[in-house]
Structures are given as structure tokens and as C-alpha cells.
């Protein structure tokens, strides 16, 4: 990986990035063979490179730092993700892996002191793993408000009912944070009102771990579906106040779609990297695979791509950082960074032949993840409707749409 300083950023984003890139490069990816392979080679790699990304003052971007996190803020995180993407095992060697991170960050903003005692500083340690437990197998994921788990104070205690699937990091996490349907019978509280987040310990009565729900064939994965019967948990385990459970997560998902994006222009730099050494290297119908115009349009229009890609996402990014409404940047994005992450990728599978579609090679992983994209946090539809209200919405103001920051 070869990443020069941007002229336009401060010396200290320019910096971060390439420390960052340093060890993406001489550690991370010389050590996937092994990383992929698993066992005590791949522990001993994970060890040594969390080490060096310590000693170098780069772990944790997400985190403040009296929690042992860089405190580097949302823009440079941003900037951070981007090459931390380049590898899929950057982001846990650097100690910023989802749903830990997320949660973390949510235990930071809303829970009390003694939340941050028992679950955020083991969490931070790796003393405890957790989960985020949100969307259910028959409510739709694009209404945040169809959400039937419900929780029912009784005296001093939390009685929770329902049913959920796609709980990142189920099986191994010691807790849950789960969003919860909290109002009242009479529907009081505005519709905003309705949700709170609640945190659960995985072995509590009535928390009962259904199974790994297969994805892209992968029947062991981390995705787990979860009956919440009857659960029972202190009142003081809900986060902020009731009913601020979908506010929770839209502090969560709104900066995590930018991150999402960062993460997949990271993946496509290093699909494109693949894509063009192999133009260069294989002899194919009686000349270098560059030689064909077929691949040199490939590699033309997977550099737009790329390119439009990343400056849409920064230019989002600079709107959040600077105050401005950027509803419609974060959509917009969300639909197109997928879809072209999944055109970069396509094109270099095609340029490997039978060995894009092996694991010798991360590109499968690119493509399966990149397809994800376009559901996760999500689904297109529902962003470009959003797009389109924002945008009108102006100009039933009498305004027009302004671009700039």
C-alpha cells in the first residue's frame, strides 16, 4: 500500500494515516496467510500486531481518551477506516471491531457511572465480549418503530418479551445491549418515544441462543437469533432515559454508515491494487492481460468509481464535522458507496479468473460484503426516499438545494 500525505488535511489526519498504513502494510497483510489459517500462528500474529498498533498510540480510534482510546474525534476516524479497510483483520487489531465499538460508544455517551464500571471498562479490556440485539425475523429492518420485543416495568425490574436474529457477536458475548418497545399501554410518548435500549446479560433466565443464522452459506457465523422469554433484569440496566432507545441508535448507525463507507473505499483500493498487478503480470492470448481493452476499460471504470466514491463520502463526513443537516449525504452514500464497491470488486474477480472466486484471495469476502452493504443499516429504497423528501422539503421551503459544506 502506497499512501501519500493529502495536501488539504491537517498535518496530524496526515500522520494517522500514515502510521496507520505502516503497519496495514508491514504487519497486517504479510500475516494474513497465517491469520486465515487460524490456530497458535494466528494468535501469536494477533498479539505481536496489537502490540506494535499500542506502542504506536493507535488503538481504539473510536474511544475517548480516559478510556485508553485515541480521542481523535469522528473526521479523523474516518480518514483512519479508509486504510484500516485494506486488510479485514485491521479493524480487530486495532481495537475498533463491531458490535463491541458501537457499543461501547453508546456505554460512553448514555450509561451511568456504574453501567461504565461493570460493562464499558471490562468491555474495553476484552475482560467481556457483547452484542447489539436489534432487528427480529418478522418485522421489517427499514421501520426502526415496528419493533415488538417489549419490555414491562415491574417494580424494580425490567420483564423482557421477544424475539430477535442478526444479533452481531451473539454467541460469544457475556451481554446484550436490546431495543426494547417501552410504552406505555395507553400510548403515551410520542412515537419517538417507544423504544429503549436495555442491557442483558447472556445468562439470564430466560435468554435462550436459538442458533447461528447461516449467511452467504457460512452456517458458523456470528449472526445469532435469540428468544428473549420472560427475561428479567434491574431496572437500572436501561441506557439513558426511557425511551430513548431509537435516538441510541441513530447516534450509532449515522456515523457508522459514514465508517461503513470509509471501510468499503479502504476494499476497493486494495481490490483495484489486485486488479491492476494482475493486468501487469499475467500473459493471457498472447500478451499481457493490460494489453486488451476489455481490461483496460475494467480498470477505467473502476477508478471513477472509486474516485466518486470517495469524494462523496468525505464530502459527507466534512458536512457532519461541521454542524450541517447531512441526512441526504449520509443516503446517499449508504446507496451508492455499496454499489460501487460492488462493480470494483466484481471487475477484479473477473480479471483473476477461478482464483477471484478462491480464498486465496480476499475478493469473495469483498463481494459477499459489499452486496451486505445495501441491506445493512438500511435498505437503498428507504434512503432514496429519504433523499428525495429531504431535497423537496427545501424547496416546498422556497429553497434551493445547497451542495457546498
Known amino acids: 500500500m502506497q499512501v501519500q500525505p493529502i495536501a488539504d488535511l491537517d498535518d496530524e489526519v496526515n500522520e494517522i494515516r500514515l502510521r496507520t498504513a505502516k503497519i496495514v502494510t508491514e504487519e497486517v497483510i504479510p500475516a494474513e496467510p497465517a491469520l486465515y489459517a487460524g ?22 480510534p473510536h474511544l475517548p481518551e480516559e478510556y485508553g482510546g485515541m480521542g481523535i474525534g469522528f473526521l479523523k476516524h474516518a480518514y483512519m477506516n479508509e486504510i484500516l479497510a485494506w486488510s479485514p483483520f485491521s479493524a480487530r487489531l486495532f481495537g475498533v471491531v463491531a458490535p463491541n465499538a458501537g457499543n461501547q460508544k453508546i456505554l460512553v455517551k448514555y450509561g451511568t457511572a456504574e453501567q461504565k464500571k461493570k460493562w464499558l471498562e471490562p468491555l474495553i479490556a476484552g475482560e ?51 431495543m426494547c418497545r417501552t410504552e406505555q399501554d395507553d400510548g403515551a410518548g410520542g412515537t419517538k418515544d417507544k423504544m429503549t435500549q436495555i442491557i442483558v446479560p447472556m445468562d439470564a433466565p430466560g435468554v435462550k441462543y436459538v442458533r447461528s443464522v447461516p ?16 427475561v428479567r433484569v434491574p431496572k437500572e440496566n436501561q441506557l439513558g432515559r426511557t425511551g430513548s432507545g431509537h435516538q441510541a441508535a441513530q447516534d450509532r448507525l449515522g456515523a457508522g454508515r459514514v465508517f461503513h463507507c470509509m471501510n468499503a473505499i ?8 489486485l486488479h491492476c498487478k494482475r493486468a501487469i503480470s499475467r500473459d493471457v492470448h498472447g500478451g499481457k492481460l493490460e494489453t486488451k481493452q476489455f481490461t483496460q476499460g475494467d480498470i ?29 449525504d449520509i443516503s446517499a452514500i449508504k446507496i451508492f458507496v455499496p454499489a460501487a464497491f ?5 471487475r477484479a474477480i473477473q480479471a483473476h479468473g477461478a482464483m477471484g472466486v478462491s480464498g486465496d484471495l480476499p475478493l ?16 437503498d429504497e428507504v434512503h432514496r426516499i429519504l433523499i428525495a423528501r429531504t431535497v423537496l422539503k427545501a424547496y416546498h421551503a422556497g429553497e434551493s438545494w445547497d451542495f457546498g459544506v
Open 39 to 60: 490456530g497458535d500462528e494466528a494468535k501469536e500474529a494477533r498479539a505481536h500486531i496489537s502490540a506494535k498498533v499500542k506502542e504506536e498510540g493507535l488503538w481504539a
Open 128 to 178: 467481556l465480549e457483547s452484542c447489539f440485539s436489534m432487528t427480529e425475523p418478522d418485522q421489517p429492518g427499514s421501520n426502526p418503530y415496528a419493533i415488538q420485543t417489549r419490555a414491562v416495568l415491574e417494580g424494580d425490574e425490567w420483564v423482557i418479551n421477544g424475539h430477535k436474529w442478526f444479533t452481531s457477536n451473539g454467541k460469544r458475548a457475556d451481554f446484550a445491549i436490546v
Open 215 to 230: 449467511v452467504w452459506g457460512h452456517t458458523h457465523g456470528d449472526h445469532a437469533e435469540i428468544l428473549y422469554e420472560n
Open 266 to 273: 479502504g476494499s476497493m483500493w486494495r481490490a483495484f491494487d
Open 300 to 328: 477505467a471504470d473502476s477508478y471513477m468509481d472509486i474516485q466518486a466514491a470517495r469524494l462523496m463520502t468525505i464530502h459527507c463526513a466534512n458536512r457532519i464535522e461541521a454542524g450541517v443537516d447531512a441526512r441526504a
Open 342 to 346: 460492488s462493480r470494483v470488486v466484481d
Open 364 to 379: 469473495a469476502g469483498m463481494y459477499t460484503g459489499a452486496r451486505t452493504l445495501r441491506i445493512a443499516d438500511g435498505p
